[in-house]
């Protein structure tokens, strides 16, 4: 790879002076796994599946504390851009079917366990979460706390704000929910229309308040950029109006237009995108923004305030990346339930079945729904506690990674580049390189 040639000053200078990354469009142009996992969930194959999954939770060790995460793959509303698994929430009685599934599947991974982990995370993602009615939801918070030994658990949930109501806040507060993630991307009406969410800023504001009031003050926001029609001016208005509501996490993702793969993406017309450098730029501009706004940078898109405990932990070294982003969680074991969760151990991630129909035949007919994985040998476990720590911290030691001529020449051209520096026992991610940080990892791989 030589892109030394192609590196180019950005058309502006950052906003504020606080990071000029340089512009690499040979690098932004090549895909990269964003390293939720290593390996990533394209090394998942079928050959890996029910009999490992019983196996790993049987061979885990009394007393063991573990993260649940609960997928609900519905929403009210389904928005163009969407890469998640999910779809309409349609009529109650699929809804009812789906949770009865996942009561199912608790059921047994828990027969299993026999009473042997103690639950220290509980996350519910989507989709939304608050597609389901409010007492169900309350439902199932009540079945993971009395399957399983989940004693005062931190509880996150993903919230649609278009589908939130009193009620929801409600049942959110009784059931001891600490943080709740919104998704808000853009603010500009205009955006919206052209991404088909469209949430008044004052709609988000009304779910920020009637959280606080039920005492839910750990409030991350999803913000986009990369959007059709959107504009710097667009994302710095939105950047302004969403910190004004004191999220304490602010994450901060680029759009992935892939309609070949994605088919509601096609309702989004590609030529309205900015191009390549507008999106870098864009990056820039928030990254820049939010730091100026007090907010720590964790990995290379999430934000908190200092006194959130990301933040903390970010601080203390002990961020860590799973399959929801940069997170303060410190299990070693996740369990997934749902269609297309993913658990995660040590050596081995399985991900159930993505189909909702085929997940509710695979529960209702008494298997674990498990439709592929990876083992992880040594030198996966290897690469991916290298990668885990390079993202989380900038900085990684090399001891035990055997890398080829071609890993090195990789690294020695980001070297010259400015995005890393490194000697023979380690590498560190420098300011300029914080925005490829998923690329410099991908050449330890
Ligand atoms: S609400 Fe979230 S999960 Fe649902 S369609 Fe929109 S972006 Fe996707």
Redesign the pocket.
């Known amino acids: 790879m030589a892109v030394a040639e192609h590196v180019k000053t950005p058309a502006i200078a950052s906003a504020t002076g606080r990071s000029d990354w340089p512009y690499i469009p040979d690098l932004l142009t090549q895909p990269v796994p964003r390293y939720t996992s290593y390996p990533p969930a394209t090394a998942f194959h079928p050959a890996i599946a029910a009999p490992e999954y019983q196996q790993a939770l049987n061979d885990i060790a009394p007393a063991t504390e573990v993260s649940i995460y609960i997928h609900i793959p519905f929403?009210q509303?389904?928005?163009w851009?969407?890469g998640?698994n999910?779809g309409a929430a349609g009529r109650k009685e699929r809804l009812d079917a789906y949770i009865s599934a996942l009561e199912s599947e608790l059921s047994a991974v828990a027969a299993i366990l026999g009473g042997r982990v103690r639950v220290r995370h509980i996350a519910f993602g989507?989709?939304?979460p608050n597609a389901i009615e409010p007492v169900q939801f309350v439902r199932l918070a009540d079945r993971i706390t009395t399957l399983f030994d989940a004693t005062d658990p931190a509880i996150s949930v993903e919230i649609?704000p278009r589908s939130f109501t009193m009620e929801w806040a409600l049942a959110l507060a009784a059931c001891k929910v600490s943080r709740v993630s919104l998704?808000v991307?853009t603010l500009s009406p205009h955006v919206q229309s052209a991404i088909g969410?469209v949430q008044p800023a004052e709609l988000i504001e009304s779910c920020v308040a009637a959280l606080r009031l039920r005492g839910i003050g750990d409030i991350n926001f999803d913000l986009m950029y990369g959007l059709p029609h959107q504009q710097l001016a667009d994302l710095e208005d939105t950047i302004d109006q969403a910190a004004a509501m004191l999220p304490s996490r602010i994450a901060l993702f680029g759009y992935a237009h892939l309609p070949q793969m994605i088919p509601r993406q096609r309702r989004i017309d590609g030529n309205l995108l900015p191009d390549l450098n507008d999106r870098f730029l864009q990056a820039q501009l928030g990254y820049n923004k939010l730091i100026n706004m007090g907010y720590v940078p964790v990995g290379f898109d999430h934000f908190a305030l200092p006194e959130d405990s990301l933040a903390i932990a970010a601080e203390k070294g002990n961020v860590r990346r799973n399959f929801q982003g940069f997170t303060e969680d410190a299990c070693q074991i996740l369990l997934g339930f749902g269609a297309s969760a993913i658990s995660q151990f040590p050596d081995l991630i399985v991900q159930n079945e993505k189909n909702v129909g085929r997940y509710r035949e695979l529960i209702n007919g008494g298997q674990l729904p498990i439709a592929q994985g990876v083992s992880l040998s040594d030198a996966d476990k290897k690469t991916a506690q290298k990668i885990e720590h390079l993202l989380c911290n900038l900085n990684t030691d090399l001891n035990g990674l055997q890398l080829s001529s071609e890993q090195n020449a990789r690294l020695a051209e980001f070297c010259r580049l400015g995005l890393i520096k490194q000697n023979e026992a380690s590498l560190h991610i420098t300011e300029s390189g914080r925005h490829y940080s998923r690329y410099i990892a991908q050449a330890l791989t």
């Open positions: 929403c509303q389904i928005c851009y969407c998640c999910t989507g989709g939304s649609d998704g991307q969410r």
